[in-house]
């Protein structure tokens, strides 16, 4: 796992990797990172025509910076993954995705490969990240694990489709996954990585459904969520944007404890609220991230 400070990144914009056209617009959302998809996007017919485009459009758009560039690879057991990794890793690739992570070894056949690719292509060993999709119950499980199988290893993504299939919930909605979900959040809090990100809604029609969802994830502690259309970017950088209301309670807070601090006073309260030191680490969570995202 790594502990290295982790860019912002609210909104994560799935792109085919065989659809030429949606790769071209892809880096031109208000998305913070995009993920160029090998995985379920693309027919198996298609996987090469794909890896190639997606080497090309990283290498059009080799900036750092936003928007974060990601890889969904295929699984390492379809033995596409050092094909993948040698056409993929350049300047302006910041990570891989890899799907369906279960066990320690999903996560050393990639860094393996990485090590590889690095070192041909003369980039800094260990600079590509890695954030895992969990989307078994079996990737539950091991997730204290998993996230402690390589330093590339940033945090978690969930995948709720696949998960409903493999424990058999027969019309999943965002309570069937409250546990999951939990668990991941937990476990990466535990091991002071990034929180988790979650997974993709799939009603593009549906706003306030995915206003209420992504409000549910944000509110278990998941940070981010991946879209499968730029029209879902602005709810969901919105979910996760602190309002202005947010960022002045937040200050009042700070504000509120230095001056408690200058007159040796240690109980403080704020409109008629009770503070204390977690209340005050919290406030100073949203004032970092309202800098981070240049709001104040």
């Known amino acids: 796992m790594s502990n290295e400070p982790f860019p912002v990144i609210r909104s994560h914009l799935y792109g085919p990797g065989n659809n030429a056209k949606?790769?071209?617009k892809i880096f031109d959302t208000e998305s913070d990172a995009v993920i160029l998809d090998l995985e379920d996007a693309v027919p198996h017919n298609q996987k090469e025509l794909a890896r190639n485009m997606v080497a090309e459009i990283i290498s059009e758009h080799s900036q750092e910076g936003q928007p974060y560039c990601f890889v969904r690879i295929n699984h390492p057991s379809l033995h596409l993954v050092e094909l993948e990794i040698d056409?993929?890793?350049?300047?302006?690739?910041?990570?891989?995705?890899i799907p369906k992570v279960e066990t320690n070894d999903d996560i050393h056949v990639v860094e393996n490969f990485l090590k590889i690719a690095e070192q041909k292509k003369d980039l800094q060993i260990g600079s590509i990240k890695i954030i895992c999709n969990i989307e078994s119950s079996k990737g539950i499980l091991?997730?204290?694990s998993i996230l402690q199988a390589s330093d590339r290893v940033v945090g978690f993504a969930f995948g709720a489709a696949d998960?409903?299939?493999d424990i058999g919930v027969w019309q999943p909605d965002d309570f069937s996954?409250?546990?999951?979900?939990s668990h991941l959040v937990i476990?990466?809090?535990?091991?002071?990585?990034q929180p988790p990100i979650d997974s993709v809604y799939a009603n593009l029609n549906d706003e306030s459904g995915l206003k209420e969802s992504s409000a549910l994830a944000k509110n278990l502690g998941f940070f981010g969520r991946s879209a499968i259309h730029p029209k879902q970017v602005p709810i969901i950088n919105e979910i996760y944007t602190p309002t202005t209301e947010e960022i002045k309670k937040a200050q009042s807070i700070i504000d509120a404890l230095e001056k408690a601090e200058q007159?040796?006073?240690g109980a403080i309260d704020v409109a008629g609220d009770f503070v204390d030191?977690?209340?005050?680490k919290k406030a100073e969570g949203i004032i970092n991230l309202a800098q981070s995202l240049d709001l104040i």
């Open 22 to 24: 949606i790769l071209s």
């Open 87 to 97: 056409a993929i890793t350049q300047k302006g690739l910041f990570g891989i995705r």
């Open 142 to 144: 091991n997730a204290s």
């Open 163 to 165: 998960f409903a299939k």
């Open 177 to 181: 996954f409250l546990y999951p979900k």
């Open 187 to 193: 476990t990466s809090s535990a091991h002071t990585v």
């Open 263 to 265: 007159n040796s006073k």
């Open 277 to 280: 030191i977690a209340i005050v």
